[in-house]
């Protein structure tokens, strides 16, 4: 089994930034590609951002360069580092990793932006 965890939610003014961190562990012997979804109530998920090994990167069309995803060099652990923030983005975010023919995720944290 694999298993996602992330933290880094919680509340933020609008024009804020927060860094969200996932890292996944359990049976896993090598680097996969993983990404970030976010899901607001009565919505589709959505991508938000996504990168593979080797670096390609993808964002998601409502993202407009303000969001920008990393991982760590070792292991599947992955980062995003949200910046001037709006109201549009709170959510709930989840971190997906891809392996095995399938998606993996995380429990989501919670992401509010709010003055």
């Known amino acids: 089994q694999v298993q996602l965890v992330e933290s880094g939610g919680g509340l933020v003014q609008p024009g804020g930034s927060l860094r969200l961190s996932c890292t996944a562990s359990g049976s896993l012997s090598g680097i996969y590609p993983m990404g970030w979804f976010r899901q607001v109530e009565g919505m589709q998920r959505e991508l938000v951002a996504a990168?593979?090994?080797?670096?390609?990167?993808r964002y998601g069309d409502s993202i407009e360069g303000r969001f920008s995803i990393s991982r760590h060099k070792v292991g599947n652990t992955v980062y995003l580092q949200m910046n001037s923030l709006k109201t549009e983005d709170t959510a709930i975010y989840y971190c997906?990793?891809?392996?095995?023919?399938?998606?993996?995720w995380g429990q989501g944290t919670q992401v509010t932006v709010s003055s």
């Open positions: 997906n990793l891809k392996a095995y023919q399938r998606d993996f």
């Open positions: 990168i593979i090994p080797g670096g390609h990167i």
